[in-house]
């Protein structure tokens, strides 16, 4: 389908607000996408909550595909939204800097005393705890390998990583494709080359890898 039939919606994550997915979703609309830009508290609500919220969005919209992008956190309520309302419409998801397998820096937070830092973040997700991925809408992950940002307040965070999650916690089993962008975990939201990755996989479920590079495009399981 065209993309003027396709709808692509926009999910944040922790701290920042849809303002933050503003430039990608500009991005997004000259590549001829319809988008819902969807902004929630992440810190006063679970992401299951935010899930739920966002499902009553999707209710009202009229278009016959729906694809995700998704920063971080915002990842883990698309996680949660497939997994409660598993009847999505066609569509493909992309997650940025998503920590899948739990965020190293939050766990280290938990274990300290300061998750309230995250609030109500850790509920469900952040500690390695989302639901499975076995939807068969296509999900493909993008990582960041730019040590720049909090994470460097936290020693001892697997590397590479993109100065907040680490390359290892993106990856995700039943994922369809996965690739590293010389990128930072916020610089992610105002990189073309990561919202051109995201549009090559609405289009084809696959990420453009360079030629000399080796693919890492092996579903996980």
């Known amino acids: 389908m065209s993309a003027q039939r396709e709808t692509v919606v926009l999910v944040h994550g922790l701290y920042v607000h849809g303002l933050w997915m503003r430039l990608l979703e500009y991005w997004l609309e000259q590549s001829g996408y319809h988008t819902m830009n969807y902004s929630y508290p992440s810190m ?3 992401p299951a909550e935010n899930a739920d919220d966002l499902q009553v ?8 595909v729906v694809h995700f992008l998704a920063h971080s956190m915002g990842g883990l309520v698309v996680r949660y939204l497939f997994h409660n309302y598993p009847k999505q419409r066609p569509g493909r998801v992309v997650t940025m800097g998503t920590p899948h397998q739990g965020s190293y820096a939050a766990k280290v937070m ?7 830092c995250v609030g109500r973040g850790l509920e469900g997700g952040l500690l390695g705890d989302a639901p499975a991925w076995t939807s068969p809408n296509h999900l493909g992950s993008i990582a960041g390998t730019l040590n720049v940002g909090f994470g460097l307040l936290f020693p001892g965070m697997p590397e590479p990583s993109d100065g907040m999650i680490a390359v290892v916690e993106t990856q995700l089993p039943g994922m369809t494709d996965h690739i590293c962008l010389p990128v930072s975990h916020m610089q992610m939201l105002v990189d073309p080359a990561a919202v051109t990755q995201a549009c090559a996989f609405f289009a084809t479920s696959r990420f453009h890898h360079p030629r000399h590079a080796q693919r890492d495009d092996k579903v996980i399981n």
């Open 57 to 64: 969005l999707l209710d009202r919209l009229d278009t016959p």
């Open 44 to 46: 006063t609500r679970s």
């Open 110 to 116: 938990h274990s300290s005393g300061l998750g309230g």
